[in-house]
């Protein structure tokens, strides 16, 4: 199990905790259950990369205590 840490800077930081082998489209359903968001509407990003809901988290070397960027589309 690993800890992401996903802030929006607008005040709302959400700690989540899965697995490597979970896809971004997962933690997107997990961020949206703690957020009350709907998980179509969120869009992670590091730096200028946008992570797409397919690919897990262990093939963008996501790793424990790691902070994305949580933006809303």
Avoid: P
């Avoid at 082998?21 to 998980?39: H, M, N, S």
């Avoid at 730096?47 to 897990?56: P, Q």
């Avoid at 070397?61 to 994305?68: A, K, R, Y």
Wanted: proline share 0%; net charge positive; with cysteine.
């Amino acid at each position: 199990m690993i800890e992401v840490v996903c802030n929006d800077r607008l005040g709302k930081k959400v700690r989540v905790k899965c697995t490597t082998d979970d896809t971004i489209g997962d933690l997107k359903k997990l961020i949206a259950a703690q957020t009350g968001t709907r998980c179509d509407k969120i869009v992670l990003k590091k730096w200028y990369t946008i992570f797409k809901d397919h690919v897990s988290l262990g093939d963008y070397e996501i790793h424990d205590g790691m902070n994305l960027e949580l933006y809303y589309q």
